[in-house]
C-alpha cells in the first residue's frame, strides 16, 4: 500500500522532526508499504497547495499525528485529504487522540483512530485491510465508528523491547532542514532528536506523558542507540542532537555504557538533554560533559516546597539547587524549567518561586501558565471543578507570546485569569534581562538576532499589539 504520514504546521520557533512518523513510517516499510513523510512546516507547505501534493502521492492511507494544540490545523489536513485523496482511508494517531479518541472520532472528518504507540496498531491494521471486510474490527489500539456509534478497542500492550524497531525513517525525515540554537546562544544548526527510551515512571499531575506510555519505561540498549547515532553522523553529517527523553538520566548505567561508546569514538558532536534534578551525581554529568553533552534541562516548576508536593514532582528544593551546582561544577549550561497556576498557588508561592530563581543562578529559565491537557490528571480535576476556561483545543499553548488573544485556560480557587497573568510575567520580568543578555550579548541592541527572534518572530506570532503588551510587561 501507499502511506502518507503528515504532520500538521506548529506554532514552535523550532520545529523538531516529527519521530514518531519516522518509527511509523519504518515499521510499515519494513512490512512492505510504500512510505511517505511529509512535515508541513518545515517543507513550507500550505493548505492551499496540499491537496496537490497528496493527488501527486495517490496514498491509499493518510495519517495525521498531533498534538492538542495543532487539533484545528489537524481538521484542515483532513479536509485537504478528502479533496487530494477521497478514496484514501484516514487515520488520526498522536497524544491527542490518544487521551479523547471519542472526541477525535466525533468531531474530526476522519476514518479511525489510533490509540496508544502506533507501530504495531498500524501495521497490524494496514495489513488487515487487504484480508476481507471487517477484519480490523479486532485490532486492539484502534478507535472507529460502526453505524454511527463510536467503538474503542481494548488498547494494545505496549512494545516489550524497543530494539526491535527499526530506526526511524531518516531518508525522509531529513528530506526538510530542521535548525534551533542548540546551546541558547550562538548560530542555527542543524539538530537531531534521539530516543534512547519511552516513558517516565513519575505521575506528576500535570504531564501528559502517561497518555500513551502508561507511566511505564522502557529503554533501548545503549548499543542500539549508539548505531542510530553512527548513521546521523556518518550519512547525514548529524553533529548536533537532543535527546527528547523524559529523563534522560533515569538509569545510569545505560547512560554511562552509552557515554563511552561516544567518548571512544572521539566525535566533535553536541547534544543536550532533560533531566530530573533526583537523577543527576558528580559523576554522570561530567561522564555526559566528556561525551559531547552541552546542556541539561531541568523541570523544577517551583519554588515553594508544598506546591511541589501538590502537583507530585517527588523532588525537594535541596535537590535542585545541588543539581544545579554539579551541572556548573561539570562545565555543563544548566535551564530551569518553571510555571505558574499550579494547584494551591498563590502570590506568595509566587513570591517564593522568584526568590528561588535568583538563587539558583541557571544560564537559562523559563517560565509558562499551567495548561491542563487532556489525558492529564489535572485536566480531570479542572473540569470536575469547574475551573476549566475553555475546551477550544487550539487555544491549549502554555505561555501567552505565540497566540493572539491569550487567556489562561484553568483558573484556580487561590488564583483567577488576571492573577495568573500577572503571576506569569513577574517571575518572567525576573529573568529577562539576564536571559537576553545571555543569548545576545551585553550589546545586545545591536545584534540583528535579538531584532529576528524577540522581535519580529514576536510580532508575527502574536501580532504587533500584543508585542507592546508585553514589552510593558517585563521591562
Known sequence: MKILLLHPPTSSRHPEPPLGLGYLGAVLRAKGHVVRIVDMEPRKIGFDSLPTHIREFSP???????????????????????????????????????????????????????IGEGELTL??????????????????????????????????KLIDNLDDLPMPLWDELSGARYTDIPLGIGKEVEVYPLLSGRGCPNRCNFCASGVISQHLLRMRSPENVFEEMKVLYGKYNARHFNFLDDTLTIQKNNLFSLCEMIERVGWKIEWRCTARVNTVDKDILHAMKRAGCRMVTYGVESGDPQILRNIRKNINLDQVLNAFQLTREAGLQSMGLFMVGNLGETRESVRKTIDFIGALNADFVACSILTPYPGTEIFDIAKAKGWLRSEDWDQFVPTPHTLKGFKPLMVTDCMGEKELLEAYYSVIRSFTNKKIRRAYGEAYYINPNFYKKEIWNRIRAGGIKQFLSLVNKVR
Open 60 to 114: 491509499d492511507l493518510v495519517g495525521v499525528s498531533f498534538m492538542t494544540s495543532q487539533y484545528g490545523l489537524a481538521k484542515r489536513c483532513f479536509t485537504a485529504i478528502r479533496a487530494g485523496a477521497p478514496r484514501a482511508v484516514t487515520v488520526a494517531g498522536g497524544v491527542h487522540t490518544s487521551a479523547l479518541p471519542k472526541d477525535t472520532l466525533d468531531n474530526m472528518d476522519i476514518d479511525f483512530a489510533v
Open 123 to 156: 501495521t497490524e491494521f494496514v495489513d488487515s485491510m487487504g484480508e476481507g471486510s471487517n477484519v480490523w474490527k479486532d485490532i486492539p489500539g484502534i478507535a472507529y465508528r460502526d453505524a454511527g456509534i463510536t467503538v474503542i478497542n481494548p488498547n494494545r
